[in-house]
Structure formats: C-alpha cells, structure tokens
C-alpha cells in the first residue's frame, strides 16, 4: 500500500505564500489525476484544486487566481502554490490522488497539513 505525504504547510502572514507537496510513498506507484482538499475548523472539507496527469487544472472558485496546482511526474509529485494568501484559507489541507500500480488504481487521501495564515 501506498501513502500520500504532504508538507509544506505552516504559519504565515496575511499576503504570504506557502507550497505544499505531495509526494507517493513507494516509488511503485504511480500518481494519476490529484486533488487538493480542505478543511477548516467547524466545516465541511472542500474541493481546492486538481489536475491530471496531463496537466489540465482546475480549481475552486474560492483560490482562482491566488493559487496555483502543478505536478512533476519524473518525481511523481504534486504541488500546491499558494500566493496571496487570506485568513480564511486556514485549513487543514489534505491531497487525494488515483495511485497506479500494477495495472490497478486506487484512489487515496493523506494525513493533511496544517496552513495557518494570521491577520
């Protein structure tokens, strides 16, 4: 089995910038199409971003424009830019990936990372 590993999450002004990787545990498998999730205290987890493996994006509404997904398939990572970031993108933020091995994919979710952005 394979596991999702994000890091890059943090403490940051208002205006600041983090990146957040995610990165599949066992070189065997292959990350296909991946998302970013969210979840802030008290609500329900939310869609931020994703991208196949081609590279077509797409992203919530919310983080257009201020935050960028991208993937490097030779590392078999994906990324999240954050620009510009605001208070109420404090989250915790979870990636979800279509892992291939062995000609099956499984679909899986990481333990998440901390974003904290103060005002």
């Known amino acids: 089995q394979v596991q999702l590993v994000e890091s890059g999450g943090g403490l940051v002004q208002a205006g600041g910038s983090l990146r957040l990787s995610c990165a599949a545990s066992?070189?065997?498998?292959?990350?296909?199409?991946a998302n970013w999730f969210r979840q802030a205290p008290g609500k329900q987890r939310e869609f931020v971003a994703s991208i196949t493996r081609s590279g077509r994006t797409n992203y919530a509404d919310s983080v257009k424009g201020r935050f960028t997904i991208s993937r490097d398939n030779a590392k078999n990572t994906v990324y999240l830019q954050m620009n510009t970031l605001k208070p109420e993108d404090t989250a915790v933020y979870y990636c979800?990936?279509?892992?291939?091995?062995?000609?099956?994919?499984?679909?899986?979710w990481g333990r998440g990372t901390q974003v904290t952005v103060s005002s």
């Open positions: 066992r070189s065997t498998f292959s990350i296909n199409a």
């Open positions: 979800n990936a279509d892992a291939i091995s062995g000609g099956y994919t499984t679909n899986y």
